[in-house]
C-alpha cells in the first residue's frame, strides 16, 4: 500500500527499534504514559523480543524504501462470550515522529487488517485512539475501520482521564472492500 510494507524484525532492526522506544519522544504525544509504560522486553534467546510473532500476537515493522517508519502490533482482543472463539484481534500502531504527516499509519494499519484477516480466523479487528486524536470524517476511518463509539475517562495521560475512540472492523466488511477497491498494492 503507498509503497510501505511489514517486516518481521531481525536482530539489527529490533536493537534499533528498542532504542527508539526508550525515548518519550516516540511515545508523544497520545501514547506517552511514562517510562514504566514503555520498557521494552528483553533479548536474547529466551525471550521473544519486539520482534514475537505467535499465535497469541506480534509486533512488526512498518517499512518504506528500506528505513522504518514504525510498528504494528496485535494482540487477543476483549472476550465478548466467555470463549476464546468470540475474541478477535487488537492491533495498535506506533508511528516513529519523523513519518508522522505520511501514509504510514493508514498503510500499516491497512496491512496489518489484511494480514490478520488473511492468516487468521478472526472474525473481528478492533483499536482505540485517543479520542482527541480521532479521524473526524467518516472518509477517513483507517484501514476501513467504522468507529463504535467513545469509552469515556479509559486512558489516564496527561495527569488526567482521557476519553478514547474506539474502531473495528469485521471480516465481512473486509472482504467486500476487498472486492469492491481490489489491492492497491
Not at 482527541?132 to 475501520?145: F, I, L, N, Q, V
Amino acid at each position: 500500500m503507498h509503497g510501505y510494507s511489514l517486516r518481521p524484525y531481525d536482530p539489527s532492526t529490533e536493537a534499533e527499534m528498542a532504542e527508539r522506544l526508550r525515548e518519550s519522544e516516540t511515545w508523544q504525544p497520545n501514547n506517552w504514559f511514562g517510562f514504566g509504560y514503555t520498557q521494552v522486553p528483553p533479548f536474547g534467546p529466551q525471550s521473544p523480543g519486539l520482534g514475537m510473532i505467535s499465535p497469541d500476537g506480534g509486533r512488526m515493522r512498518i517499512v518504506r524504501d528500506g528505513t522504518t517508519a514504525g510498528q504494528v502490533s496485535w494482540f487477543p482482543g476483549y472476550d465478548y462470550g466467555g470463549s476464546p472463539r468470540h475474541r478477535g484481534w487488537g492491533v495498535g500502531l506506533l508511528i516513529l515522529p519523523e513519518h508522522r504527516r505520511t501514509r504510514a499509519a493508514s498503510a500499516g494499519l491497512g496491512l496489518l487488517i489484511d494480514y490478520l484477516f488473511l492468516t487468521t480466523t478472526a472474525n473481528r479487528v478492533e483499536g482505540v485512539t485517543a479520542a482527541d486524536a480521532a479521524p473526524r470524517s467518516t472518509s477517513a476511518m483507517p484501514g476501513g475501520m467504522a468507529r463504535e463509539g467513545i469509552l469515556r475517562s479509559a486512558q489516564w495521560r496527561d495527569g488526567r482521564w482521557n476519553d478514547v475512540a474506539i474502531y473495528a472492523i469485521l471480516r465481512e466488511e473486509w472482504e467486500q472492500r476487498r472486492t469492491t477497491t481490489g489491492n492497491e498494492d
